[in-house]
C-alpha cells in the first residue's frame, strides 16, 4: 500500500467516527463499573478484581487478533470484518449490563464487553496506520485521540444529562439507578452505528497484486498466527522495547484512578464510604461529571497537540502531558469541594489525550508498516499487563500499605505518573521534525 492518497481531514474525521462509540462503551466502563459493583456489594479492598476482564481479554485477544487482521483478506478487507463482530459483541453486553442482579452477573458481562471491545480495538488502529500516509498518521491518531476525549465526556456525563428526564433516586430492582441503564443502552446503539458509518465513508484500501500474494504464503490458522506474534515479540524495535517502562507507569496509574476515584472524592468531599447512601450517589455523580470535564479537556487538548507534536516531537510532549496528570492526581485527595476537584482535571485531561495519542504517533514511527496489525495488538501487552499486575497487587497493599484508604490510591498513582514522565524521556522515537519535514507534512 504505497503511495497512500492524503485525506482531507473530513475523511480523516468520519475514519474515527467509529472510535467514539468505541470509546463511549469504554467509559461507560470506567464511570459506571466501580458504582455498579458498589450497588452490588463489592468490597473495596477486592474491587480490582472484578475489574480483572480488561487486562485479561486484552492480553489474550489483543495480539491474537491483530495478527489475524495483518493475514486476511476479506471481500470486506482486512481489518473491517473484526469491527464489526467486535461491535456487534459490545452491543448486546451493553444493553443487558445494566439488568445485572448479582456481581458474578456484572462480572461476567464485563469481560464479555471487553472482549467485544478488544476485538475492534487494535484492528482499528491498524486500520488508521494502514490508511494514512506516515506524514498524515500523527493527525490521524490524534483526532482519535480527541474523539477519545469526546466520546468519554459524554459516557461520563449522560447520567448527569439523563437527571432532567429521571430522578436520580429512581432504582431498579438490583439497586441501579435508571439513569444509569438509559445510557447503556445510549452506549449499545452507539457502538455499532458508529463503526458502520466509518467503514462505509471510508472503507480499507485495496491490496495490491503483491501483497494478495504475499498473503497467501502465510495462512490464517491458530498456529501461524501464534507464530507471527511470537516473531514480532523476538524482533521488537528497540524504541517500542523502551516505551515499555513509560506505559507501565502510566497504565498502572489510570487504572487505580478509574478503580478507586469514586471512592476516593466520597470520603474528601462527601464523607461518606457507604455505596448505599445518597450521598454516594452524590459523589457517582460528581465523579462522573469530573470524568466528563477531564475528557472534554482531552478532546481539546488532542487537537491542540497536533501542531505542537509536529513542532516539538511527541515523546518531549508526551512527557509534559504525563507531568500535568501526575500533579493532579497528587492533588486531588487534598480537594474538598466539587469545584476544585473540576480544577484538577485539567491536569488529569492533558494527560489522558497524550496517552491515547502520542504513544501511538511513536509506535507508529518505528515499526515496520506490513506488521501494523501485529505490533498494535503486541503493544497492547504494554496496557494490560501493568493493568493486570495492578489488579493482583493493589488488593495486598490496599489495607496493609495504603491504609484502606481510596485518597491514598491517588497519591500512589501520581507519583508513577511522574516516573512515567521521566521513563518518556529516554525513548529514541518520536522526535522533534526539521522544519523542513514539517513543510512537507503540511
Given at each position: ?14 475514519m ?87 456481581l ?41 485521540s ?13 447520567p ?13 430492582d ?22 458502520a ?7 480499507e484500501?485495496?491490496?495490491s ?78 465523579t ?6 477531564y475528557?472534554?479537556?482531552?478532546f ?23 507531568a ?20 484538577l ?12 495519542g ?21 503493544f ?6 501493568p493493568?493486570?499486575?495492578q489488579t ?8 496493609a ?42
Open positions: 500500500m504505497t503511495g497512500k492518497p492524503r485525506l482531507s481531514l473530513l475523511r480523516i474525521i468520519e474515527n467516527i467509529g472510535f467514539f462509540g468505541l470509546q463511549f462503551s469504554f467509559g461507560l466502563q470506567q464511570a459506571n463499573m466501580g458504582p455498579i459493583y458498589g450497588f452490588l456489594g463489592a468490597d473495596e479492598a477486592t474491587m480490582p478484581l472484578l475489574w480483572l476482564a480488561g487486562p485479561m481479554t486484552g492480553l489474550i485477544i489483543q495480539p491474537i487478533i491483530g495478527a489475524m487482521s495483518d493475514r486476511t483478506n476479506s471481500r470486506m478487507g482486512r481489518r473491517t470484518p473484526y469491527f464489526l463482530i467486535g461491535a456487534v459483541i459490545c452491543t448486546l453486553s451493553l444493553f443487558a449490563m445494566p439488568y445485572s442482579s448479582a458474578w452477573m456484572a462480572a461476567s458481562l464485563l469481560w464479555i464487553l471487553d472482549a467485544g471491545n478488544n476485538i475492534t480495538m487494535e484492528p482499528y488502529r491498524a486500520y488508521v496506520a494502514d490508511r494514512l500516509a506516515p506524514e498524515q498518521r500523527s493527525v490521524g491518531f490524534l483526532t482519535q480527541a474523539f477519545t476525549g469526546l466520546a468519554q465526556t459524554l459516557s461520563y456525563l449522560a448527569s444529562l439523563l437527571t432532567a428526564f429521571v430522578a436520580r433516586d429512581v432504582l431498579d438490583n439497586g441501579i439507578p435508571v439513569i444509569v441503564r438509559i445510557a447503556f443502552v445510549i452506549g449499545a446503539i452507539l457502538s455499532i452505528s458508529t463503526i458509518w466509518s467503514v462505509w465513508r471510508v472503507p484500501l485495496p491490496l497484486d503483491k501483497e494478495r500474494a504475499e498473503l497467501k504464503t502465510k495462512p490464517l490458522t491458530v498456529r501461524a498466527t501464534i507464530a507471527e506474534i511470537v516473531s514480532a515479540i523476538r524482533a521488537m524495535p528497540r524504541p517500542m522495547k523502551q516505551l515499555a517502562g513509560a506505559m507501565l507507569c502510566q497504565w498502572y496509574a489510570m487504572f487505580a484512578y478509574w478503580q478507586f476515584i469514586t471512592f476516593a472524592v466520597g470520603r474528601s468531599i462527601y464523607e461518606t464510604s457507604d455505596p448505599a447512601s445518597a450521598a454516594f450517589r452524590e459523589a457517582v455523580l460528581t462522573q461529571q469530573a470524568g466528563a470535564l475528557n472534554f479537556i482531552a481539546l487538548g488532542a487537537l491542540a497537540l497536533i501542531p505542537v507534536v509536529a513542532r516539538f516531537g511527541a515523546r518531549h510532549v508526551h512527557a509534559v502531558c504525563l500535568a496528570s501526575g500533579a493532579a492526581m497528587l492533588m486531588i485527595p487534598g480537594a474538598s469541594s466539587p469545584i476544585g476537584l473540576f480544577a482535571m485539567l491536569g488529569i485531561g492533558i494527560g489522558w489525550a497524550g496517552m491515547m502520542n504513544t501511538y504517533v511513536m509506535l507508529a514511527d518505528c515499526i515496520p508498516p506490513e506488521r501494523n496489525g501485529v505490533y498494535m495488538g503486541v497492547n501487552l504494554f496496557i494490560v499487563i493493568m493486570l499486575i493482583l497487587t493493589m488488593p495486598l497493599m490496599y489495607d500499605i495504603l491504609g484502606g484508604d481510596p485518597r491514598n490510591v491517588l497519591l500512589l498513582a501520581g507519583g508513577l505518573m511522574l516516573a512515567g514522565a521521566v521513563a518518556t524521556l529516554r525513548v529514541d522515537t518520536g522526535h522533534r521534525q526539521s522544519r523542513n519535514s514539517r513543510l512537507a507534512a503540511g
